[in-house]
């Protein structure tokens, strides 16, 4: 149930609070992230630490999300995301405590680090099966758009400000520092009314079991969502080479010089804050399945390029065009599954977007990582480059491409004929 801007007046009074909480709560995480994992690294320096870290920090969300998919369609989802946002707090503020009663085992921050990952895992379907109930479908685009900017914003800011507290402090305070964005986004959270499903309302609900068949049966018969999923599926497996290989590829042929790869990843952060801002100017003439393939290509041709790069500022200037269209992916391939997608379905789809997204890379990362130290790492990003723009053009030549791209327009034709949502609750 899907309706247009005219329907549904003092939404963006509604939207503005929902993102500004969010931002908030984001920027608390953020620090987190980085400080545990500079955390980690300087007081252990062991490699098994970090690979630990990394379980810790991403098992348990891809684990959850398919279940959290499907009670983001049962629950009322601002419920859902309050009560995992505050769980992810109590634990943070929990384990301030302790380190500052001067228990610090490693244990506790693996702990720690999962119950912020199953948090994660709640959070991601929640919230975005949440923002078609709140924002016009004639405006997803462009606020997804917005969306992807303030998160790219914060992946440039976050560092700095969690390096300033952490050298001159320690890590506790910047736990206090997500309690308190925490607090500050559940606040602004609970002011604003989302509507409630019809469904999430019913006392007739089916068996647990029975929503997680039907959302895998959906997912995997729909043409749209299966091609969708598809597709974000072999790009995060694909992108491995030029983005997570990147400081790699750095250190191998420029130097290991510090600077070098901070210069690399602002790059790449810069880029994806000026893409999302592009994307939300000019959202209304974006079309969603060209833009998916299209970037698709586009990344493949720049991961060969950077294969064949020997200048450090044409690779600097490779990554930042990157990092440009990566929101162009992301948000088209997410923006057309809400529009896709009925509310109802949207908890279980966007949990499982979220298993492929933790899952993926991984993978990729499992398989390419050993590989770059038998094989030179320009050779796999031309290798990867090559098979992505193979992949991009058979998604759209074969059969189940063309009945993608048929159900696409279809679904644009039908965008326009929507009701107003239900009352708020």
């Known amino acids: 149930m899907t309706f247009t801007s005219e329907e549904f007046p003092g939404w963006k009074k509604r939207v503005a609070i929902f993102m500004t909480g969010q931002t908030v709560s984001m920027f608390g995480s953020f620090l987190v992230q980085y400080a545990i994992m500079w955390h980690l690294t300087l007081t252990t320096k062991s490699g098994l630490v970090l690979a630990l870290a990394a379980i810790f920090g991403f098992l348990p969300q891809a684990i959850v999300s398919i279940f959290a998919g499907v009670w983001a369609d049962r629950v009322n989802r601002r419920k859902m995301i309050m009560i995992s946002d505050s769980t992810i707090a109590l634990s943070t503020l929990g384990l301030a405590l302790l380190m500052l009663s001067g228990i610090d085992d490693l244990w506790l921050i693996y702990l720690v680090m999962a119950v912020r990952s199953v948090g994660a895992g709640v959070q991601m379907p929640a919230v975005s099966a949440l923002l078609p109930q709140i924002v016009p479908s004639d405006k997803l685009m462009r606020i997804n758009g917005i969306n992807s900017s303030l998160q790219s914003a914060l992946g440039l800011l976050a560092p700095v400000a969690a390096a300033a507290v952490y050298s001159t402090m320690s890590i506790v305070p910047i736990f206090f520092i997500d309690v308190v964005t925490a607090i500050i ?27 997680l068949k039907d959302g895998l049966n959906y997912i995997f018969t729909h043409d749209l969502v299966r091609w969708v999923m598809g597709v974000f599926a072999v790009v995060f497996l694909l992108t491995v080479a030029p983005s997570n290989l990147s400081p790699l590829f750095i250190v191998r042929n420029f130097g290991s010089e510090v600077w070098k790869l901070t210069v690399g990843e602002i790059a790449f952060s810069v880029g994806m804050a000026l893409g999302g801002a592009l994307l939300a100017v000019f959202a209304n003439k974006v079309n969603r399945i060209g833009m998916i393939i299209g970037t698709s290509v586009f990344f493949g041709l720049l991961s060969v390029a950077m294969g064949f790069t020997t200048n450090l500022i044409v690779f600097y200037i490779l990554f930042f065009i990157i990092g440009l269209a990566v929101p162009s992916f992301f948000t088209s391939a997410m923006t057309l599954l809400q529009e896709t997608v009925e509310p109802e379905r949207q908890g279980r789809v966007f949990g499982f977007v979220g298993i492929v997204i933790s899952v993926a890379m991984p993978i990729g990362m499992a398989v390419l990582g050993p590989l770059a130290d038998v094989y030179p790492v320009e050779s796999l990003m031309i290798f990867s480059g090559l098979a992505m723009v193979v992949f991009a053009l058979a998604a759209v030549l074969l059969p189940a491409g063309r009945k993608a791209v048929a159900a696409a327009q279809k679904s644009s034709a039908q965008a326009a004929n929507t009701e107003a949502p239900p009352a708020s609750e």
Do not use: N, Q
């Open 185 to 211: 986004g559940v606040g602004l959270l609970a002011t604003i009314s989302v509507p409630t499903l019809e469904r999430a309302a019913s006392d007739e609900k089916p068996s647990y079991f029975a929503d």
